[in-house]
């Protein structure tokens, strides 16, 4: 049976369902309950765009080695970009240790205090600047992310698209409007788990969610059509040719990526990008080959079989060339850093690096 009823009791009835539901439901997390500004920040960071499971090892792991704001800023920038290592969106690093030294400079260590200056923070957008407000401090702002557009959608039946700009205004409206001002903190935590654990995007459990009687979406059987979006985001591919270039005393050369690109601060072979998949006469043409190896090549170049990872954006494609040389020349010995492959271990290298680092089946004698 489908409820009608009018908006404000509506809106009252959703936000009784839901706290109702989360006394039920409440899923244990490290973070859970935590009232410490910075440990929060410090888990809104490390989850945003990633998994729960994967983030956990992170979290424990940063609150381990840096219990203290100072401590993270006072970090080496390697050593934490290597404690980052594999959870991609590098971004998400650099802005945690830049906003650390601020927070520690400018406020003495001390985590700000009202949703405004907290929102000032780099890397800190609406979403993580109402989760710290409310979780620490009690303050009646509500998250808005994808799981709340998802259950807010599906309940209300608002087909506006999540990403044009009415779209995210009424959104926000709405998340505020139904916000339990009493606890903000715990409302926000109990829509962020509804999204996650019971409202997911596929198979969320309807028959047996208390809220199913007025949701718009179960009851019009249209799941699928909330929550609603305009665009299509086309992923762009990028083709990169990563060279190993290895000496006689078994050295590679490596860089740090420091343009204004993906993997800002990580580490790579030198690169070469291509249009396509490039073959080795087209590989050799390249202007970086030829001003790197001015010295003999031993051997024929060996390249692995293409290694893919997708990006929120874009697609990378990467080739990694096996290339001998006696020495190495002049350029490669003042553009790059020369280090033994055991050492590779101790630098933070993108993902794709990584996964053909650890695969064993290939050519190239990392140990
Ligand atoms: S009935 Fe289904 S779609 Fe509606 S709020 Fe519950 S889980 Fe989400």
Request: aromatic share 14%; net charge positive; charged share 25%.
């Amino acid at each position: 049976m489908f409820y009608i009823m009018n908006e404000k009791k509506k809106e009252q009835y959703f936000t009784e369902g839901l706290l109702n539901w989360y006394k039920t439901s409440d899923r244990p997390m490290p973070w859970k309950g935590e009232r410490n500004p910075y440990l929060i920040w410090l888990s809104e960071i490390i989850l945003q765009q990633t998994r729960v499971e994967q983030g956990l090892p992170y979290y424990e792991r940063f609150k381990a080695k840096y219990p203290t704001v100072i401590d993270l800023a006072n970090a080496p920038e390697d050593e934490l970009m290597k404690l980052w290592e594999g959870l991609g969106y590098y971004s998400r690093a650099r802005n945690l240790h830049a906003t650390a030294k601020i927070i520690t400079t400018e406020y003495k260590g001390i985590f700000p205090k009202d949703y405004k200056t907290i929102l000032s923070l780099k890397g800190v957008g609406p979403y993580t600047a109402a989760a710290i407000s409310s979780f620490a401090y009690g303050l009646p702002h509500a998250v808005v992310d994808g799981n709340v557009y998802r259950v807010l959608s599906r309940f209300f039946g608002i087909d506006l698209a999540i990403d044009s700009t009415l779209g995210k205004k009424e959104f926000t409206k709405l998340a505020q409007t139904v916000l339990d001002v009493t606890d903000p903190g715990v409302y926000n935590q109990a829509i962020m788990d509804f999204g996650a654990t019971y409202c997911m995007p596929k198979k969320p459990k309807c028959q047996s969610c208390n809220l199913k009687n007025s949701c718009v979406a179960f009851q019009e059987q249209a799941i699928a059509k909330y929550p609603f979006k305009a665009k299509k985001l086309k992923k762009r591919s990028r083709y990169f040719n990563f060279l190993l270039i290895e000496n006689a005393k078994g050295q590679l050369l490596i860089e740090k990526r420091i343009g204004k690109d993906i993997w800002q601060q990580l580490y790579q072979f030198p690169l070469i990008e291509m249009e396509a998949i490039a073959d080795e006469s087209i590989l050799r043409e390249q202007d970086l080959f030829k001003h790197l190896l001015e010295a003999d090549i031993l051997e024929n170049l060996s390249p692995s079989k293409p290694f893919s990872q997708m990006l929120s954006h874009q697609k990378i494609i990467a080739t990694f060339w096996k290339i001998k040389v006696a020495k190495y020349s002049k350029a490669a010995k003042s553009d790059f850093k020369i280090v033994f492959s055991e050492e590779l271990e101790n630098y933070a290298f993108p993902r794709i690096i990584d996964l053909f680092l650890q695969d064993k089946t290939l050519y190239l004698d990392v140990r």
